[in-house]
């Protein structure tokens, strides 16, 4: 985990900057995930209702808007070099929890068992280094400060206009803050879409609901304009318990005690870690009547319109929350809206009762299940 000091500040304050930068939450962004949107509703028309898995499908659009934000493209699905990169983020997501002893005994990596997980982790690595590695060539080739495309112009600007003096930005950091991007910028949104449609084939009520809406407000000629999620309540309370009753990141991230201090009469010092349980808030029946229940209007008030308790906090707390909630919110509104104007969503008949548990890593994953795509239209 970075220490919270200077670096760390100034890694954030650019993260922040960069993505401003390259228009997250504006038009310019928009226009990137509905196109997006558009691959994906083909992707499911081509279903043509038949039972299939959705994970892989959501998780190639996911990425490709993150592509199109790092590196200024998009790939079709069948790259062997994009399949390898999709394959390595899910690899690096699954060794996370039994990876996860290293990194507070640094040490185990030469204990076996671990030590098999560590040289895997680092090929994996050093793999992904070259593919950014590539990119980060072809756009010094072409590099024009008065027109930054993606997020790698934005730190060789940076690079550039430092010009020698103190930064944090190298190319080796370069292909670090890529890699961060897609990391956690696709598998996340992936899977709380996942979860989404599940939940919503396994609520066909609440799904009605949500199309009705959409079908009132924006009718199904063009995907809802992210402005105008505040006229979607219900709509907006779906995604937001869809977020809630399966956390996606349960632990969060590490944060870190910044000085000594007691909690319950317990002493903590400083530079402890500290893991937020967010599974634990987000169930807890204190303030969340039946947890286990999917229930979108726990998040409107009387009025119909959106409230968020205080107890939701899906993209973590303080100074580490997470880095792209802004895009990861138009990101799930945008997709989630344009599959349900399209299709309705259902369980293959006589398929069996689906696992809502999941799989842990680093996130909680659907397992893997059918669902059936019903063209609205025919």
Same mark, same amino acid.
Request: with cysteine; net charge negative; aromatic share 12%.
């Given at each position: 985990?970075?220490?919270?000091?200077?670096?760390?500040?100034?890694?954030?304050?650019?993260g922040?900057?960069?993505?401003?930068?390259?228009?997250?939450?504006?038009?310019?962004?928009?226009?990137?995930?509905?196109?997006?949107?558009?691959?994906?509703?083909k992707c499911f028309?081509?279903?043509?209702g038949?039972?299939?898995? $959705?994970?892989?499908i959501?998780?190639i659009? #996911?990425c490709?808007?993150i592509?199109?934000?790092?590196?200024?493209?998009?790939? &079709? !699905?069948?790259?062997?070099?994009?399949?390898? %990169?999709? &394959?390595?983020?899910?690899?690096?997501?699954q060794?996370?929890?039994?990876?996860?002893p290293?990194?507070?005994? !640094?040490?185990?990596?030469?204990?076996?068992?671990?030590?098999?997980?560590?040289? &895997? @982790?680092?090929?994996?690595?050093?793999?992904?280094?070259?593919?950014?590695?590539k990119?980060i %060539?072809?756009?010094?080739?072409?590099f024009?400060?008065?027109?930054?495309?993606?997020?790698?112009?934005?730190?060789?600007?940076e690079?550039?206009?430092?010009?020698?003096?103190?930064?944090?930005? =190298?190319? #080796?950091?370069?292909r670090?803050?890529?890699?961060?991007?897609?990391?956690?910028g696709?598998?996340?949104?992936?899977?709380?879409?996942? @979860?989404?449609?599940?939940?919503?084939?396994?609520?066909?009520? @609440?799904?009605?609901?949500?199309?009705?809406?959409?079908? =009132?407000?924006?009718?199904s000629?063009?995907? !809802?304009?992210?402005?105008?999620?505040?006229?979607?309540p219900?709509?907006?309370?779906?995604?937001?318990?869809?977020?809630?009753?399966?956390?996606?990141?349960?632990?969060?991230?590490?944060?870190?005690?910044?000085?000594?201090?007691?909690?319950?009469?317990?002493?903590?010092?400083?530079?402890?870690?500290v893991?937020?349980?967010?599974?634990?808030?987000?169930m807890?029946?204190?303030?969340?009547?039946?947890?286990d229940?999917?229930d979108?209007?726990r998040?409107l008030?009387?009025?119909?319109?959106?409230? $968020?308790? %205080?107890?939701?906090?899906?993209?973590?707390?303080?100074?580490?929350?997470?880095l792209?909630?802004?895009?990861?919110?138009?990101?799930?509104?945008?997709?989630?809206?344009?599959?349900?104007?399209?299709?309705?969503f259902?369980?293959p &008949?006589?398929?069996?009762?689906?696992?809502?548990?999941g799989?842990?890593?680093? =996130?909680?994953?659907?397992?893997?299940?059918?669902?059936?795509?019903?063209?609205?239209?025919?």
């Open positions: 985990m970075a220490k919270y000091g200077n670096k760390w500040k100034s890694f954030r304050r650019f922040l900057s960069a993505l401003r930068h390259l228009g997250v939450g504006k038009e310019k962004l928009e226009s990137i995930i509905r196109h997006e949107c558009m691959v994906l509703v028309e081509d279903k043509d038949r039972p299939f898995q $959705v994970s892989r959501i998780q659009a #996911v490709n808007v592509a199109s934000i790092v590196l200024g493209r998009r790939f &079709e !699905p069948d790259d062997p070099d994009f399949k390898e %990169e999709i &394959e390595r983020v899910d690899r690096t997501f060794l996370f929890l039994d990876a996860q290293l990194n507070f005994y !640094p040490a185990l990596r030469h204990v076996p068992g671990f030590r098999g997980m560590f040289r &895997e @982790w680092m090929k994996m690595y050093h793999k992904s280094g070259q593919w950014y590695g990119f %060539e072809e756009h010094k080739e072409t024009d400060p008065s027109n930054i495309r993606d997020l790698i112009d934005v730190c060789l600007l690079i550039e206009q430092k010009n020698g003096s103190e930064t944090f930005v =190298t190319e #080796v950091t370069i670090h803050i890529a890699s961060e991007f897609f990391d956690a696709t598998e996340t949104t992936a899977t709380t879409l996942s @979860w989404a449609l599940l939940y919503l084939a396994l609520n066909p009520a @609440w799904q009605r609901k949500v199309q009705e809406e959409l079908d =009132t407000v924006v009718g000629n063009e995907i !809802p304009p992210y402005s105008r999620r505040e006229e979607l219900f709509t907006e309370a779906t995604i937001l318990e869809s977020q809630r009753i399966r956390t996606t990141v349960p632990l969060s991230v590490p944060h870190c005690t910044s000085s000594p201090t007691s909690l319950q009469g317990y002493d903590i010092p400083a530079r402890t870690q893991w937020v349980n967010l599974w634990s808030v987000h807890d029946p204190a303030y969340w009547s039946h947890p229940t999917f979108p209007s998040f008030d009387d009025n119909g319109r959106v409230k $968020v308790p %205080e107890a939701f906090m899906p993209f973590s707390t303080g100074r580490r929350i997470c792209g909630e802004q895009l990861a919110k138009m990101e799930l509104f945008l997709f989630l809206t344009s599959l349900l104007q399209q299709f309705n259902k369980l &008949e006589g398929a069996p009762e689906p696992d809502l548990a799989e842990i890593g680093a =996130t909680l994953l659907p397992r893997p299940y059918n669902i059936q795509a019903i063209s609205r239209k025919k």
